[in-house]
C-alpha cells in the first residue's frame, strides 16, 4: 500500500498513510465476516448502515452542500430488507471537534474511497453468494461517481492535518460501531 500512497496526488496519499492502521484493522473486522452468510452480511450492512448515518449527519453540518456524499441508506436497507433484517436501532452518532474548513474532506474521502472495496467484495460475492442474493449497495454507482469527482480536491500539494484527523476518527467511528455489531451478532 505505500507504493501506491508515493504515486497519489498529495492530500490522497497523505490521508492513506494516516489512516493505513485504521483502515487495516477495520478491514480485518470486517474481513471476518462471511458475506456469504445471511447472519454475518446483515451484520455488515448493519455496520455500515449505523456509521454512516452518524458520518453523513456530520457532514450535512460541515460540508458544502454541492460536496455532500450521495446518502447509501436506501441501498443498505434495502439490502437488509431483502434478506429478512431490519435496519436495527438508531445510528451511532458521530462527532467531531472543528479541524478547519475543510476538513471535512477526510470524512468524505473515506465514504467515497470505500466503493472501491465494495466493488471488490461484490465481484467475489457474485461468485459464491446464493442467486439474487441483495447486493445494491455494493453495486452502487453514485459513490464511484463521486468519488471520481472528488479527485481534483484530493490532488492538492496543501497539508491537511484537519483532513487527516477527521478521516481517522471516521475510520475510528466505523471500527467502534463494527466492534458493537458483531458483538451483538456473536452474542
Known sequence: MLARCIDAPALRARLRAATQDDHQSLDEALGRLDLADRGEYACFLRVQLQA?????????????????????????????????????????PFAFDDEGPVAWLGAAWVLAGSSLGNTMMERDLSARAPAGWPMAFLRDTAMPAYFKALRPLLATTDINPGAERTASAVFGHFQAEADRQVAVAHA
Do not use: N
Open 52 to 92: 454512516r448515518r452518524g458520518v453523513e449527519q456530520w457532514l450535512a453540518s460541515v460540508c458544502p452542500p454541492e460536496w455532500l456524499p450521495p446518502s447509501q441508506d436506501a441501498l443498505l436497507e434495502s439490502d437488509l430488507s431483502a434478506l429478512g433484517h431490519e435496519s436495527g436501532e438508531a445510528h451511532a
